[in-house]
């Protein structure tokens, strides 16, 4: 996109390029793409993917970041646990407070300090959020979602739960292909004039389906864990899977990763279970048809 992004969230995940600063609150924050600005992100979990880009500078205050790609200017980053992977590199001054890991392999081109009194402008007007606030809202946000789902579509929520436990890798397998290909599919529609409105209710839908995929695979999570208790509350589930994949977040990388994948199995139980539901539908009315011409 062109200009500015402000985003608010239980997730925000930036998969495509920004054309200019990125300025995010939210649950858990990743940036996969490019950033060509300088970036500000509050959250619980803040991560900066390999191979993604942060042209400027950027400012972070979490409860654990860690960088994996790299940023063309000053990195200054507040949180309780800061991990700077192999891949990472600073072109500019790099200064933290909280406890730094740092792999072999990273690269930062300027100063690096360590500051106590660290305050971090994360682009909007007002002073920094604590760490625990963005947690929290995140973990509110997608229960509110997962609360809505369960009222208004109970059967169906039970039948993504399942297909996700049922067929985990077939699950999973879907939501890469989907993760990947949506925004592939989105820059097709964007080259001919004609597909530029199909373009751009993709780019709006996607956001939202990697939610609805968060909130699925966690609940699937918290089912299949209480079914080893022999226990089919489904608000339970919903409760005890957002609040397991929620915490395991707070381990750097490997929650990262276990989160990533939570969502890739609940977005592909999601899309199956959306297809499944338009074949039964084809199904009844093509059986309909073939009663009214007898």
């Known amino acids: ?50 191979g993604a880009r942060v042209g400027g500078q950027l400012e972070t205050g979490a409860g654990n970041v860690v960088l994996n790609g790299e940023v063309g200017e000053d990195v200054r980053v507040g949180a309780e646990s800061v991990t700077l992977g192999s891949s990472a590199v600073v072109g500019g001054d790099f200064v933290y407070d909280g406890n730094l890991d740092r792999a072999e392999g990273s690269r930062i081109d300027g100063e690096v300090r360590q500051d106590s009194d660290l305050g971090v ?40 739960a399942e297909r996700a436990t049922g067929s985990p890798l077939r699950a999973g397998g879907v939501g890469l292909a989907l993760f990947v290909g949506i925004p592939i599919l989105a820059a097709l529609f964007f080259v001919s004039l004609v597909g530029i409105p199909l373009g751009l209710l993709v780019i709006l839908l996607y956001p939202l389906a990697l939610w609805f995929g968060y909130v699925y695979g966690a ?71 073939a009663e009214t011409t007898m």
């Open 219 to 289: 609940f699937a999570l918290g089912r299949w864990a209480l079914g080893l208790a022999d226990s089919d509350n489904r608000w339970a589930a919903l409760v005890v899977g957002l609040l397991a994949v929620s915490v395991v977040g707070f381990v750097p990388i490997l929650g990262g990763l276990v989160q990533f994948f939570v969502l890739l199995f609940g977005l592909g139980a999601f899309a199956l279970g959306l297809w499944g539901r338009y074949q039964r539908r084809r199904e009844r009315r093509s059986d309909s048809d």
């Open 1 to 50: 996109m062109n200009g500015n992004l402000d985003a608010f969230g239980g997730n925000v995940f930036v998969n495509g390029r920004v054309n200019g600063d990125l300025n995010a609150v939210a649950g858990n924050v990743r940036i996969n793409g490019t950033v060509t600005g300088d970036a500000s992100a509050v959250g619980g979990n803040v991560l900066l993917a390999q």
């Open 121 to 160: 402008n994360v682009g909007f007007d007002g002073p920094l959020v604590p760490n625990w606030v963005g947690w929290v809202y995140g973990f509110l946000v997608n229960l509110v979602l997962g609360a809505v789902v369960l009222l208004l579509l109970p059967r169906f929520s039970e039948t993504v």
